[in-house]
């Protein structure tokens, strides 16, 4: 075996993580989800809102905010959900989320804001300071930059996954919007011929495109880029094999080990790799520092990605069978070890 190389990048961040509390906990939850993500190196996670109830309301997100507080094994941070019905708390929202997610497009969960009342709303309402998220393909991301420029404030596009897309993003960049983006390693590491090939669990949105998709994608990944966000979708495997199949696939656990690869290949710098994971991340979403705090991972390991020993509680990645290089070793939170040598080293449990 050859040995080990150890380099310490800083905590890592994931601006795009489903944990499903409340109401969808036998697929994640804040403990479960947070074990995921220490085991991929993420120190701060930021929280989607489509749960059931969707955190539209004070009442919804203080008692996860609790919870969370209570048993996650990393920082978490929430997003404020959009809804027609709640308009009146986006500013009481707004003080204890790092931004409002809205969702212009259809995907899983019960939230959905596709007319322009409840558009116009969010943006009037929402502080300036605090980035508008938002869930858009193909020409609804057009809508967003619209909104971004008309109202002239930051507006952050989640998993970017098609050429054109990323194109039309450089542009609004190359003009001076406010506009920043994610790309995530679903869209960068498969195809539609892996959709094919996965079946269900090969079924996110957006969905997986063609490689001159891929390739848009990485060609951008040094300029346009901001952030890698793994969309950590959890759904278990019987939901997924069955009738009527969610969309969404897990990614807390993958997310380093595919990039450090593409590092160990030549295909990024691991500077831009920590600008994309750590730093930019951090920078968008004004997330708290964390002192001495760090991930050690070993560059020479070399191992296959598969379904066993995962900690999400949903047990699948679709990116069974994929050879890596690059692998966590330790992790470190505010001068305490939580992770090393594949354990949650933690004085947390579950009670
Ligand atoms: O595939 C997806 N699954 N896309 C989303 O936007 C939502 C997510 C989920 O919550 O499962
Ligand atoms: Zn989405
Ligand atoms: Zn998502």
Redesign the pocket.
């Known amino acids: 075996m050859a040995s080990k190389t150890l380099v310490r990048l800083p905590g890592l961040a994931d601006v795009h993580v ?1 944990l499903r509390v409340p109401g969808g906990e036998h697929k994640e939850d804040f403990f479960t989800g947070t074990a995921a993500a220490v085991a991929g190196g993420f120190t701060t996670v930021l929280a ?1 809102p ?1 749960t059931t109830p969707p955190l539209v309301t004070c009442e919804a997100l203080h008692a996860v905010q609790q919870q969370a507080q209570m048993v996650a094994l990393c920082d978490v941070h929430f997003y404020a959900g959009a809804s027609p019905d709640h308009l009146d708390e986006l500013p009481l929202l707004a003080q204890d989320t790092v931004g409002l997610k809205l ?1 212009a497009d259809q ?3 019960p939230l959905r804001v596709d007319d322009l009342a409840t558009l116009l709303s969010c943006f009037q309402q929402w502080p300036r300071t605090k980035p508008i998220a938002m ?1 858009a393909e193909g020409r609804t991301i057009a809508v967003g930059i619209g909104l971004a420029a008309a109202f002239g404030r930051p507006v952050h596009f ?2 970017v996954s098609r050429a054109d897309e990323i194109a039309l993003i450089a542009q609004a960049k190359a003009n001076g919007l406010p506009v920043t983006c994610e790309v995530t390693p679903h869209h960068l590491f498969l195809t539609e011929a892996d959709a094919a090939r996965l079946g269900p669990l090969g079924d ?2 957006p969905r997986l495109a063609t490689q001159a998709d891929v390739d848009a994608l990485w060609a951008h990944l040094d300029t346009t880029v901001d952030c890698i966000a793994t ?1 950590h ?1 959890p ?1 278990t495997l019987a939901e997924k094999r069955g009738p009527e199949a ?4 897990p990614g807390l656990e993958t997310a380093l080990p595919l990039m450090l690869t593409a590092v160990a290949e030549g295909r990024l710098s691991m500077e831009r790799l920590v600008a994309l994971m750590a730093h930019t991340p951090r920078r968008i979403f004004g997330l708290p520092e964390q002192p001495e705090t760090w991930v050690e991972v070993d560059l020479n390991a070399r191992y296959t990605l598969s379904d066993a020993n995962l900690r999400t509680k949903c047990g699948w990645t679709p990116f069974t069978g994929i050879p890596v290089q690059g692998k966590v070793h330790r992790v470190q939170l505010r001068g305490q070890i939580i992770f090393e040598d594949g354990l949650i080293v933690s004085e947390r449990t579950r009670f």
Do not use: E, I, Q
């Not at 969610?246 to 696939?249: E, K, N, R, T, W």
């Open positions: 489903h989607m489509n969702y995907t899983y969960g869930h989640c998993h996110m949105r969309d979708a759904h969610p969309p969404g696939v």
